[in-house]
């Protein structure tokens, strides 16, 4: 499965966070032959609309899709020149398909900053050098191998060029990710900056760890967005984060209304971090079960189907498909069949997100 790793400098709240996601782990009825590690959390993408097809189907119980992050501590300055935890950290962090990097955004005088104060914009920096180095020493190495290559034929001119494209970017300060549009306008083959394996060619997500303060600051909110775009950004505390995990549901919901936020930081990051990773879910509805299941973005309906069952995929014959929306206001798939509104789709056809499906196969 597909991994978030999270990082960030000493004592900017990733344990905490982290805790609190492994808290929260989806749980383990659901998925008995996982193996529980300790630096894995997966946990529930939150779905509303599963309890509704449950209500619906009369379903015994929901799936949900789930989303996995990897703890991953020890960044530090230096980390790319490989002191202490540095390798071994780069080498976690080349594992993981997205980043998910902790700031650290609250006040509290009895939590030590590693630099001696809190400035979310210079620790991004720090991190990210790290991680710019890292790239360039892969790149200082990978450059004068694929030139040889090229000139051998046995590489892509291609590659060379995206590896150049991409040195040229870190140079600067910017990482691939940041610099993913420019480097797309300049044509650069986005497989081929992928096969470079970059750790900045990840896609990035920036969880700002603040306080009630910071929940509330628009404009620090607005200029940290600013900052890290494209990449999404999700304010949160996780002190409270971690707190409210431990809550029965009713309790959590009145601490969470009366601390004013519409929904916990963590369904935000489950979700955001989803997306980030090209995640999208179909939906199938019975009286067993309610369940989402994950498939990437783009794929066709015999893919989807190979989620289920790989023989599914192999036998594809057609898919009934109802759009979520169409089967609530229907109230149930023979009414949503009558009114016109089960579509027969084929193998070309391209899942779009909150499909309720029912696949035809031949074993
Ligand atoms: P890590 O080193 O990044 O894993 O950081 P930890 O999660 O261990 O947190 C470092 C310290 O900061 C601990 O004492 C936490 O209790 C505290 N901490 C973490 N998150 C918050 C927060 O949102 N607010 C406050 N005030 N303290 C926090």
């Given at each position: 499965a597909l991994t978030i790793g999270i990082v960030g400098l000493p004592n900017v709240g990733k344990s905490t966070l982290f805790n609190a996601l492994t808290r929260n782990q989806?749980?383990?009825?659901?998925?008995?032959?996982a193996t529980i590690e300790p630096n894995l959390g997966i946990v529930a993408l939150p779905d509303p609309r599963l309890q509704t097809l449950a209500d619906l189907f009369g379903s015994e119980r929901i799936v949900p899709a789930t989303v996995s992050f990897v703890d991953i501590a020890g960044i530090v300055r230096g980390a790319s020149e490989g002191e202490g935890l540095g390798n071994k950290f780069l080498a976690n962090i080349r594992e993981a398909d997205a980043i998910c990097q902790v700031v650290r955004a609250f006040a509290d005088d009895d939590v030590v900053h590693v630099t001696g104060r809190v400035d979310p914009a210079d620790d991004i920096e720090t991190v990210n050098t790290e991680l710019i180095l890292a790239d360039l020493q892969t790149l200082e190495r990978a450059i004068p191998r694929l030139e040889k290559e090229v000139r051998g034929k046995k590489t892509d001119a291609a590659v060379l060029a995206a590896a150049q494209a991409a040195n040229a970017v870190l140079e600067e300060g910017v990482t691939v990710f940041a610099a993913r549009e420019r480097l797309a306008k300049q044509g650069v083959d986005a497989t081929a900056l992928r096969d470079l394996q970059l750790l900045t060619a990840k896609p990035f997500i920036f969880v700002f760890n603040t306080d009630d303060a910071g929940l509330a600051d628009v404009d620090m909110q607005a200029r940290m967005r600013a900052l890290v775009a494209p990449a999404d950004a999700i304010f949160l505390d996780a002190k409270f984060e971690s707190e409210l995990v431990e809550l029965d549901p009713d309790d959590a919901a009145e601490m969470l209304a009366d601390s004013g936020q519409s929904e916990p930081g963590l369904d935000q990051l489950a979700r955001v971090g989803f997306h980030t990773l090209g995640l999208q879910t179909y939906l199938t509805a019975g009286p067993k079960e309610a369940r989402a299941w994950t498939i990437k973005q783009g794929w066709t309906a015999p893919q989807a189907a190979g989620v289920i069952h790989t023989d599914f995929e192999r036998g594809f014959i057609k898919a009934e498909v109802i759009s979520f929306a169409d089967l609530v206001e229907a109230g149930s798939i023979a009414a949503a069949r009558s009114a016109g509104k089960a579509r027969i789709e084929g193998k070309d056809y391209v899942m779009a997100d909150g499909d309720v499906v029912e696949f035809r196969f031949n074993v």
């Open positions: 989806v749980l383990a009825a659901n998925y008995p032959f």
